[in-house]
């Protein structure tokens, strides 16, 4: 048998795509916007919820920025961001000039610990200065509590920025991720469980908040024939191009998510039998979980390594979970509040491979190195 290299996430195309490029390059709409970007949103509008509006960017790290920019955010303002995440969640936090104020994990979903976020809300307002949002984080696809950290941020009324980058097809309670803040993102970078090659959205509430993101997308271009910018401007539309890319992946996006539940229960059978071991699961059934990634909390750091060194020599990719910021050497020196509990999944956890085209073949070689290595 060949030994190709298994990667940890890679999508798959569904073959549509070239005929909404073809149609782009044909009618020569080449440029930011047109019509792929416009069928885009609407799809992605039904596909989560037909109240909300969604503006197609060209990432989801300016989509961030783009709701930071939304929500008035100024240098100097205080953004609670969640620590265990991609540092894309954070770096527009730095782009405003704004100070990022981090918060650990809970165990149960990996991600904001609502107690650590209200504690550090009332410590932020008693040194003077109410945070201007919290960035919440569906981590690998797993919904965070919802319910508690909305409460929380309605009851000090600040705005979330729901980060669903990786959780496009999460739901929690039966409502989609990217559905519950404030304003939402999305990714479709090239790992993600669907892909526009490089892309992401807003999703906003309202029409009004829509159409302002796209002008910040598109320069900031006043209403004037020749070309006036009262605003600081951004180039962050979605391609055309991209736009149709994104249109036939979001036919393959159920099926991604079968074959990524399907990745899940494969690592649920191994992993029953490993007593030493815990597999990242949903806690209950209010959330459901797309499994962009699978992960597993070993004993102890050393084993973390020597497993991720065993599917090295096998040829396949494995990889530590997200390092939190407050341990970045370019975020260390923001307020952190918590514990060790995202230090601890950093040093144990190690993302598995979960890509929608796993073969059995694959799924072969993975589970023979886990059940060699507790053996
Ligand atoms: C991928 C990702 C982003 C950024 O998306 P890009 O499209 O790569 O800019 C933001 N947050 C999280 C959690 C991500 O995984």
């Known amino acids: 048998m060949d030994n190709k290299r298994i990667y940890l996430s890679l999508s798959e195309l569904s073959g549509f795509e070239q005929e909404y490029i073809q149609k782009a390059l044909q009618t020569n709409w080449i440029t930011s916007g047109g019509p792929n970007v416009d069928e885009f949103e609407s799809v992605l509008e039904n596909y989560l919820d037909e109240k909300l509006f969604v503006s ?5 790290t300016s ?11 100024k240098e100097g303002d205080e953004i609670i961001c969640q620590s265990m995440t991609f540092s894309a969640s954070a770096n527009p936090i730095l782009y405003q000039g704004a100070i990022p104020i981090f918060v650990d994990s809970e165990l149960d979903t990996w991600n904001i610990c609502p107690e650590n976020l209200e504690i550090a809300i009332k ?32 009851k000090y009324e600040i705005p979330v920025i729901e980060d669903s980058a990786e959780a496009l097809g999460s739901s929690y309670k039966g409502k989609k991720c990217g559905s519950f803040g404030t304003l939402g993102i999305l990714s479709f970078n090239g790992n993600k469980i669907i892909t526009t090659s490089s892309g992401g959205a807003l999703i906003s509430n309202s029409k009004e908040t829509k159409d302002r993101a796209i002008f910040y997308a598109t320069q900031s271009k006043d209403a004037a024939v020749h070309y006036q910018h009262s605003e600081i401007g951004y180039n962050y539309r979605m391609s055309n191009i991209c736009a149709g890319i994104g249109l036939g992946q979001i036919k393959i996006l159920e099926e991604n998510i079968s074959l990524r539940q399907a990745n899940h229960l494969f690592y649920k059978e191994i992993f029953k039998q490993v007593e030493n071991a815990k597999l990242f699961d949903n806690l209950n059934n209010n959330i459901f979980s797309n499994y962009w990634l699978n992960a597993v909390l070993l004993k102890t750091e050393e084993e973390k390594e020597s497993l991720r060194i065993a599917f090295e020599k096998a ?33 144990k956890g190690l993302c598995l491979p979960s890509g929608s085209n796993l073969s059995n073949i694959d799924k072969n070689r993975i589970k023979e190195v886990i059940i060699n290595f507790f053996k």
Do not use: C, T
């Open 56 to 60: 197609a960017l060209n990432s989801g």
């Open 63 to 73: 989509a961030i920025h783009l709701a930071l920019v939304l929500l008035g955010v």
């Open 123 to 154: 410590d932020r307002i008693k040194k003077g200065k109410k945070p201007k949002a919290i960035i919440a984080v569906h981590l690998y696809g797993m919904p965070y509590q919802v319910d508690e950290i909305h409460s929380i941020a309605d």
């Open 315 to 347: 040829n396949i990719e494995s990889r530590p979970l997200w390092k939190p910021m407050h341990l970045q050497p370019i975020f260390k020196k923001y307020p952190y509040y918590g514990s060790r509990i995202s230090e601890e999944l950093f040093e």
